[in-house]
C-alpha cells in the first residue's frame, strides 16, 4: 500500500530550463494538493486538483507555473523557464474524500527538491 | 492576515521532559480541522495528530497530544516523555473548507532540539 509517490526526489535545472514534477496519489486518493517549501519556512499552499480538475489555484504564480491531474497517471507540478528564486521543496499531498469525517488528514509525499543553477 | 501563528521558532528540551509547541490560530468558519505535523532533517513531512473543531475531548496519540482550548484560539501540541528522535521541526496546520475552496495551511514551524 504505497503512500504519495514523487519523483523526481531531486531535480537540478539552469536557468531558463523547465522543471517537471510528479506525484502519484495514495492509491483511492482523488484529491492532489501541491505546496511550495522554502529554505527554513513553513509551507505554503500552491494549488488544489481533483481528477481533470484545478479546484483551488489561488497559491500558485500566475506565469510559468501550471498543474494538471489528468484522469489517467500522475498529477504534474509543471514550471517554464525556470529562476533560482523557484528553488525550493515542492510537496505533493492527498487525501480520500474533500472534507469530512475521517478524510481530513493530508498524506505527503517526501517532496521534490529543485535547485536552479 | 497570518492564519496560524507558532511565537517559538526554536526550543531546546531535555530528554525525556515534556514539550509543549504553541499553536495559535484564525478563522472566523465554525468548521475546522487542526493538525500538527513533523519534519525531520531528511525533508519528509509526517503526520502527527489532528482535532476537529467539533471534537469534543482532546486529540491524543501515543505520546503526542493536543491542548485544544477553542475559545482561546489555540491547539498546543504536548509531547510526553521527549525522545532524542523527536528533534525535528513540528507544524501546525489548519484546514478550512468553504464551498469550493479547501486547503490547509501552515504555520512557520518550531525547530525542536532535544539534549540528551
Known amino acids: 500500500n504505497a503512500g504519495v509517490m514523487q519523483n523526481p526526489r531531486h531535480l537540478v535545472r539552469r536557468r531558463g530550463q523547465e522543471a517537471r514534477l510528479r506525484c502519484s496519489p495514495m492509491?483511492?486518493?482523488?484529491?492532489v494538493y501541491w505546496y511550495r517549501q522554502l529554505p527554513e519556512e513553513g509551507l505554503k499552499f500552491m494549488v488544489y486538483?481533483?481528477?481533470?480538475?484545478?479546484?483551488?489555484e489561488s497559491g500558485m504564480p500566475k506565469e510559468r507555473f501550471s498543474a494538471e491531474f489528468p484522469k489517467e497517471g500522475p498529477s504534474i507540478l509543471r514550471i517554464q523557464q525556470v529562476v533560482r528564486g523557484d528553488s525550493a521543496a515542492y510537496f505533493c499531498a492527498s487525501s480520500l474524500e474533500r472534507y469530512g469525517a475521517g478524510a481530513n488528514v493530508l498524506t505527503f509525499g517526501a517532496g521534490s527538491r529543485l535547485t536552479v543553477l | 492576515a497570518q492564519k496560524i501563528t507558532q511565537t517559538q521558532p526554536g526550543m531546546f528540551v531535555q530528554e525525556k521532559e515534556a514539550v509543549t509547541l504553541d499553536c495559535t490560530y484564525d478563522t472566523s468558519d465554525p468548521s475546522y480541522g487542526l493538525f500538527w505535523y513533523k519534519q525531520p532533517s531528511s525533508g519528509e513531512m509526517i503526520f502527527l495528530i489532528y482535532q476537529g473543531s467539533y471534537d469534543q475531548q482532546n486529540a491524543t496519540e501515543g505520546r503526542y497530544s493536543l491542548n485544544f482550548q477553542k475559545a482561546r484560539k489555540s491547539a498546543n501540541l504536548v509531547i510526553s516523555a521527549s525522545q532524542l528522535g523527536d528533534s525535528a521541526m513540528y507544524f501546525c496546520a489548519m484546514r478550512e473548507a468553504r464551498g469550493r475552496d479547501d486547503k490547509i495551511i501552515f504555520g512557520k514551524g518550531t525547530r525542536l532540539h532535544i539534549l540528551p
Open positions: 492509491k483511492g486518493h482523488s484529491h
Open positions: 486538483l481533483q481528477k481533470e480538475n484545478i479546484i483551488d
